[in-house]
């Protein structure tokens, strides 16, 4: 299987994308997805995205070219699962 490259990004890129990449990166390894994940800033995701397979944000992003997913159940709690079950889907 193919390595994939995933970004995780915020407002900042430290904060809250650490909380959804830690989180991310355990569901990776359960589900036996080999992947890199990169921390960055919404500001960012221009100039790094040609090289992902997937974008998760905890803010406002939209992509035409590759999936994008607005993870904010990752800092609610509510419908994480539902994300998850996403991120999983397109890596598969």
Same mark, same amino acid.
């Given at each position: &299987?193919? #390595?994939?490259? +995933?970004? +995780? ?8 994308? /650490?909380?959804?990449? &830690?989180?991310? #990166?355990?569901?990776?390894? #359960?589900?036996?997805?080999?992947? /890199? ?8 995701? *221009?100039?790094? =995205?040609?090289?992902?397979?997937? =974008?998760?944000? /905890? /803010?406002?992003?939209?992509? @035409?070219?590759? *999936? =994008? +997913? ?8 509510? @419908? ?5 079950? #996403? ?6």
């Amino acid at each position: &299987m193919e #390595k994939k490259h +995933i970004l +995780i990004a915020c407002g900042t890129g430290v904060a809250t994308s /650490t909380v959804v990449s &830690m989180r991310v #990166k355990e569901e990776l390894e #359960k589900n036996n997805i080999q992947a /890199t994940v990169e921390q960055c800033k919404v500001s960012e995701l *221009p100039s790094k =995205v040609g090289s992902a397979d997937l =974008v998760v944000t /905890t /803010t406002s992003y939209e992509n @035409d070219e590759i *999936p =994008v +997913i607005r993870a904010l159940s990752f800092l609610t709690g509510v @419908d994480v699962e539902a994300d998850i079950e #996403k991120i999983i889907e397109i890596l598969k």
